[in-house]
Nanobody
Framework: QRQLVESGGGLVQPGGSLRLSCAASGFRLNSYGIGWFRQAPGKEQEEISCISTADNSTNYSDSAKDRFTISSDIAKNTVYLQMNKLKPEDTAVYYC??????????????????????WGQGTQVTVSS
């Protein structure tokens, strides 16, 4: 069974950092696109970052650019999202999703529907003093 499991969420003060992990099981992340999404209460789901393991290309939303870094460790079959300088408005449930992508391009345009086949259950991130 193909699964994604997020971890690393929690409560952090404004200005702090967290590293989220997205571990895949039942399939290898080679040649996949992996996106990180978040959804805050009352708001639409937002894709904030994406990485293509086919060519290591990445993309970020304006809200994540310059603060968040996405990376992959194929040997561990895991994708990470390093989040720095966290703000209260970053509070949300964070999800990862994966879609088969043997060629680059899956991350070129964020928030485009239909790219991802597998989704994790999410991890809560709360930024508060």
């Amino acid at each position: 069974q193909r699964q994604l499991v997020e971890s690393g969420g929690g409560l952090v003060q404004p200005g702090g950092s967290l590293r989220l992990s997205c571990a895949a099981s039942g399939f290898r992340l080679n040649s996949y696109g992996i996106g990180w999404f978040r959804q805050a209460p009352g708001k639409e789901q937002e894709e904030i970052s994406c990485i293509s393991t086919a060519d290591n290309s990445t993309n970020y939303s304006d809200s994540a650019k310059d603060r968040f870094t996405i990376s992959s460790d194929i040997a561990k079959n895991t994708v990470y999202l390093q989040m720095n300088k966290l703000k209260p408005e970053d509070t949300a449930v964070y999800y990862c999703a994966a879609g088969w992508a043997p060629f680059s391009g899956i991350c070129k345009q964020l928030n485009t529907k239909g790219r991802f086949d597998y989704w994790g259950q999410g991890t809560q991130v709360t930024v508060s003093s």
